[in-house]
Structures are given as structure tokens and as C-alpha cells.
């Protein structure tokens, strides 16, 4: 990649997303939209703090624009990571094989270049979660005229978990089975995703109750 991801322009990223090229792909639209749903909380932020009604929850509202803010950057940096990885992975499987040490050398590439194009997608399904913990944190005390945004802001970071959790499980068949990432991530994809779905729904009650 000549230009890196958070330089293009967002018309220009989804025209990059839409061609043949694979990289970047899914992990890092999945760290992208993770990003934006920890500016959203930062913007409902911003918009609840400093009103009276918000007075006995100011050091939370706080806590929840300061770490959505740093999750925020993080993501951003993610999915360049993501790409990355995956550039590295084809690249790997691009190499010569038609002698023993090719061969040796190209499978040596190919399992290094997996187990960083694994991690980087497991760092988002990690970095979206918390983001989704700061909106069900924020949904019963954020700017009732903006609890819409807190909604968009769990609906986007449910997605990014679940689609980073994909990009994990694509490449965990190409460890070898020996791996301990292989067992390791599998084992936290599940515990990421075990309450998920009654988390969504909870929030989305959450958010509910308070539109109307």
C-alpha cells in the first residue's frame, strides 16, 4: 500500500474497499467502524456533559469520553495494522517454492505473517468490546436527545466485534494445530462472544425506553 488508510479521503476508502484488491478487506472496515462508534460516544459526550442534568454523573462522563477517545485512536491505528498483516500474508504466499529451502522458507513466512494477520483482528474484536461496554455505560445517562446516536454507536461496535471475530476465524485453519494462538484465540473469540446478543438487546431496550 502506498498511502496509509486514515490519509484517504472516506470516498476514497470505500472506492478502495469496493476493487479486486483485498487489502485492505473486512478486518480493517471492521476496526473502522469500531472507530466510529467510539466517536460517537464522545460526541454524546459532549453533548451531555456540563448540563444540569448531568450533574451527578460528570467524573463517569469523564471516564467514558477519555477512554472512547483513546479507543477511537487505537481502532484507527488497527486497521492499518490489519491491512498490514494481510499484505504480508499474501506476499508470503507469493514466494518462490520450487526447492527445499523455498518451500521451507515460504511455509516459515506464510505461519508468521498468519499469526500477525490473527492478532491484529483479535486486538479489534478486544478494542470494539470495550467500546461497546462504554455505550451500554453511557445509554442510561447520555443526552436523552442523543441516546439515538449512543444506539448507532453499540449497533457499530457489535459489528466490528463480530466481523473482526470472522477475520480471526478465517485464518486460525492455516496455524498448525500445535499453535497455541490457535487455541487461545478461538477459546476468547467465545467469551467475546458468548453474552453479545443479549448484551445488543439489552442496549437496545436501554436506548428504547429512553427515545420514547
Given at each position: 500500500?502506498?498511502?496509509?488508510?486514515?490519509?484517504?479521503?472516506?470516498?476514497?476508502?470505500?472506492?478502495?474497499?469496493?476493487?479486486?484488491?483485498?487489502?485492505?478487506?473486512?478486518?480493517?472496515?471492521?476496526?473502522?467502524a469500531g472507530a466510529?462508534?467510539?466517536?460517537?460516544?464522545?460526541?454524546?459526550?459532549?453533548?451531555?456533559?456540563?448540563?444540569?442534568?448531568?450533574?451527578?454523573?460528570?467524573?463517569?462522563?469523564?471516564?467514558?469520553?477519555?477512554?472512547?477517545?483513546?479507543?477511537?485512536?487505537?481502532?484507527?491505528?488497527?486497521?492499518?495494522?490489519?491491512?498490514?498483516?494481510?499484505?504480508?500474508?499474501?506476499?508470503?504466499?507469493?514466494?518462490?517454492?520450487?526447492?527445499?529451502?523455498?518451500?521451507?522458507?515460504?511455509?516459515?513466512?506464510?505461519?508468521?505473517?498468519?499469526?500477525?494477520?490473527?492478532?491484529?483482528?483479535?486486538?479489534?474484536?478486544?478494542?470494539?468490546?470495550?467500546?461497546?461496554?462504554?455505550?451500554?455505560?453511557?445509554?442510561?445517562?447520555?443526552?436523552?436527545?442523543?441516546v439515538s446516536d449512543?444506539?448507532?454507536?453499540?449497533?457499530?461496535?457489535?459489528?466490528?466485534?463480530?466481523?473482526?471475530?470472522?477475520?480471526?476465524?478465517?485464518?486460525?485453519?492455516?496455524?498448525?494445530?500445535?499453535?497455541?494462538?490457535?487455541?487461545?484465540?478461538?477459546?476468547?473469540?467465545?467469551?467475546?462472544?458468548?453474552?453479545?446478543?443479549?448484551?445488543?438487546?439489552?442496549?437496545?431496550?436501554?436506548?428504547?425506553?429512553?427515545?420514547?
Open positions: 500500500m502506498t498511502q496509509r488508510l486514515n490519509d484517504l479521503a472516506v470516498s476514497d476508502l470505500v472506492a478502495r474497499l469496493a476493487t479486486a484488491d483485498p487489502i485492505p478487506g473486512g478486518g480493517s472496515a471492521s476496526a473502522l466510529m462508534a467510539a466517536a460517537l460516544v464522545e460526541m454524546v459526550v459532549a453533548l451531555t456533559a456540563g448540563r444540569p442534568a448531568a450533574a451527578d454523573h460528570e467524573p463517569m462522563l469523564a471516564e467514558i469520553g477519555a477512554t472512547a477517545g483513546t479507543l477511537r485512536d487505537e481502532l484507527l491505528r488497527l486497521a492499518q495494522v490489519d491491512a498490514e498483516a494481510y499484505a504480508a500474508v499474501v506476499a508470503a504466499r507469493r514466494l518462490p517454492k520450487d526447492t527445499d529451502a523455498e518451500r521451507a522458507e515460504r511455509r516459515e513466512r506464510i505461519t508468521a505473517s498468519v499469526r500477525e494477520a490473527t492478532r491484529a483482528p483479535l486486538e479489534i474484536v478486544r478494542r470494539s468490546g470495550e467500546t461497546f461496554a462504554l455505550a451500554e455505560s453511557l445509554a442510561p445517562i447520555g443526552n436523552r436527545n442523543a449512543v444506539g448507532v454507536a453499540g449497533l457499530l461496535a457489535a459489528a466490528a466485534l463480530r466481523g473482526a471475530a470472522m477475520n480471526v476465524e478465517i485464518n486460525l485453519p492455516s496455524l498448525p494445530e500445535d499453535d497455541g494462538l490457535r487455541h487461545e484465540a478461538r477459546a476468547e473469540l467465545e467469551s467475546h462472544l458468548a453474552e453479545l446478543d443479549r448484551r445488543e438487546r439489552a442496549l437496545a431496550t436501554s436506548v428504547g425506553d429512553r427515545i420514547g
